[in-house]
């Protein structure tokens, strides 16, 4: 005799599936289906929370204050790069890594723009704010000071065997870093003031930021052909050509573009690792994060 | 380090800074006087318009002119000039082109033929030549006295694009005239390199 348990199964069919649910189990699904739209439509007008979800107990975000970007606030911003720019080109001073006609160059440039943040501090004062008379604390603290760093960190390799080897950097090189960074400053400060002049609202202010533009742009212009010479009067990108990183750094063009940028600058500054790469950093034209707002203290 | 410019030894500048009011009077562009320039702009550029106002469109159409002018005496200095040098010139040409087009753009008119003929007429003398520091001297002239115009108009301008489009051009013709000073020997000089006296052209509006 044959165990009818012991009869092989065989896997049901669609068929066989609608077969065995019976009038039984199709009153439970059934009553469940009802059960569930009952739900879901009383939930129907429950509106979802609209701030982005949060996990944990981390307290709430406050909100943060709106402060006015007016005539004052953009006046202080100049005044701020360009102390920022004196700051820069007294420090290379300082390193002694400046000589001859470049140090006369230099001294000239620290005058220029001593005399711009005096020029925008009176205008600031005019529009019925307080004279900003020292760096921009944002650019200082992300940019310049970390390119100063970087320029002036020893070159660290590490050979085949892992041994370390630490070498100082040279005067040469620190001083070729120092000028490319003058002169992406100047580029920053010229496009800076070039775009000031579209959102300043008194027709003096517009004409000084437009002059600062124009004499911080020579600036720049002189500062690659006395330290790199007639070769760099024009980019090659304006005349066809491409621009080729020499030992790691971007070269500069006295002439670099058909209108003037006001696009962020790459800076390659420092030692190179052991590919020859130098550490990049980013210059812009500041903006939300990094205007001297009126409610700024230099204290 | 020592300046890559051209040597200044024994090298009497032919054109001092002093001189380019002179020469201002010598081309007769003094004739151009007008009274649109003198009057500042005081319109908030917040509330100022995107287009250019009708006061607006006749100071870029001089402005235009005055491009202009520069890509034919620029086109000219190319044929005369050496190899090296007429590539510069041929740059300046392209470029001040290219500040023309945009120009004309903004204000809706064709910018063909409208260079401003006395700019031409006065200066087409000296830069049909063949001397790259003669060429540098007046190039920087003119680049100078292109800096000042816009700088003056720019301050006149009620549009923002107006004022935008001006503000990117000045900045590169501010390094143009720093090169072309450089190449006409006064690469050691920093008044002249980093400095611009030059009076702007006094325009009525519209090209001639």
């Known amino acids: 005799m044959t165990n009818p348990s012991d009869t092989p199964r065989t896997p049901a069919s669609l068929n066989d599936l609608d077969a065995r649910v019976g009038r039984r189990q199709a009153l439970k699904i059934g009553g469940l289906s009802v059960s569930l739209a009952a739900i879901v439509a009383a939930c129907g007008d429950i509106q979802g929370d609209t701030v982005p979800g949060r996990v944990g107990n981390a307290p709430t975000i406050p909100a943060l204050p709106e402060y006015d970007v007016n005539d004052a606030v953009l006046l202080r911003t100049a005044s701020s790069l360009e102390n920022t720019a004196v ?14 006609d470049l140090a006369t160059l230099v001294e000239r440039l620290i005058a220029n723009h001593t005399a711009t943040s005096e020029r925008m501090a009176a205008l600031t004062v005019a529009a019925g704010g307080t004279a900003w ?5 944002w650019i200082m603290d992300r940019a310049i000071e970390p390119i ?4 002036l960190a020893p070159q660290i390799l590490t050979d085949d065997n892992g041994d370390v080897e630490q070498t100082e950097r040279t005067q040469e090189e620190i001083g070729l870093d120092v000028v490319n960074l003058a002169i992406t400053l100047e580029n920053m400060a010229s496009s800076t003031h070039q775009t000031l002049t579209s959102l300043l609202t008194q027709s003096e202010q517009r004409l000084a930021v437009a002059q600062a533009s124009a004499e911080e742009a020579r600036h720049s212009a002189t500062l690659v052909l006395e330290v790199f010479g007639i070769a760099r009067r024009v980019s ?9 990183n020499a030992n790691g750094i971007i070269p500069r063009y006295a002439i670099e573009s058909t209108f003037g940028s006001v696009a962020q600058e790459e800076l390659l500054a420092g030692a190179t690792d052991e590919n020859g790469n130098r550490a990049s950093f980013l210059l812009a034209t500041p903006a939300a994060n990094s205007f001297i707002y009126e409610e700024l203290d230099e204290g | 380090m020592n300046s890559k410019g051209q040597s200044l030894v024994d090298f009497e500048p032919a054109e001092p800074a002093s001189t380019r009011r002179s020469l201002l009077g010598a081309v007769g562009l003094a004739g151009l006087v007008g009274t649109a320039a003198a009057a500042v702009s005081s319109a908030p550029a917040a509330a100022a318009p995107d287009r250019p106002t009708d006061a607006d469109s006749d100071l870029l159409a001089a402005a ?6 520069a890509v034919e005496l620029y086109k000219a200095a190319n044929e005369t000039l050496p190899d090296d040098f007429a590539d510069i010139a041929e740059i300046m040409a392209e470029q001040h082109e290219a500040y023309a087009d945009s120009i004309a753009g903004v204000i809706g008119v064709s910018s063909a033929g409208a260079a401003n003929a006395d700019v031409v007429a006065q200066l087409s003398g000296d830069f049909a030549t063949s001397d790259p520091q003669a060429f540098g001297a007046v190039a920087r002239t003119l680049e100078n006295i292109a800096v000042a115009t816009h700088t003056e108009l720019l301050g006149t301008y009620d549009s923002v694009d107006a004022i935008e489009l001006t503000a ?16 006409a ?16 052209l006094s325009l009525t509006g519209g090209a001639s």
């Open chain 1, 87 to 100: 700051f820069v080109y007294e420090a290379a001073q300082e390193l002694g890594v400046l000589e001859g």
């Open chain 2, 64 to 69: 235009l002119g005055l491009e202009l002018a």
């Open chain 2, 185 to 200: 020997g006064f690469a050691a000089n920093l008044d002249e390199m980093l400095g611009n006296t030059a009076d702007a």
């Open chain 2, 168 to 183: 990117s051009i000045l900045a590169v013709e501010s390094r143009h005239a720093t090169v072309l000073t450089s190449l």
């Open chain 1, 133 to 137: 008379t020292s760096t921009n604390p």
């Open chain 1, 236 to 244: 090659p990108l304006l005349v066809g050509g491409e621009i080729v």
């Open chain 1, 148 to 151: 100063l760093q970087a320029i």
